[in-house]
């Protein structure tokens, strides 16, 4: 099982900077990729960026650019950099593990609320 902790959100201004954490317990081990996903009320969930095992990454087109994934595994712990920050960037940022070994699993962070004002 793995386990997953994010903090760090807040409310800043529009072009203001956050920085996301996530810190992952458990199984880590047998964790292939994680990745930041986000979701605002009444909008469905989607990815913000990913890393996988080997440190490939990848980004939503709404963040590239503004966003930067990164780990630092002797902690267990990924990042998310975001800087000038929108209003729509406003949502409920949720740390994401992926599984595969003995069949691909899932696992969710409680999420952080990030709040972008005018």
């Known amino acids: 099982q793995v386990q997953l902790v994010e903090s760090g959100g807040g409310l800043v201004q529009a072009g203001g900077s956050l920085r996301l954490s996530c810190v992952a317990s458990g199984s880590t081990f047998s964790i292939n990729a994680m990745g930041w996903y986000r979701q605002a009320p009444g909008k469905e969930r989607e990815s913000v960026a990913v890393?996988?095992?080997?440190?490939?990454?990848n980004y939503a087109d709404s963040v590239k650019g503004r966003a930067t994934i990164s780990r630092d595994n002797a902690k267990n712990t990924v990042y998310l950099q975001m800087n000038k920050l929108k209003p729509e960037d406003t949502a409920v940022y949720y740390c994401?593990?992926?599984?595969?070994?003995?069949?691909?699993?899932?696992?969710w962070g409680q999420g952080t609320q990030v709040t972008v004002s005018s």
């Open positions: 994401n593990a992926i599984v595969i070994r003995g069949g691909l699993k899932d696992y």
């Open positions: 890393i996988s095992s080997g440190g490939s990454t």
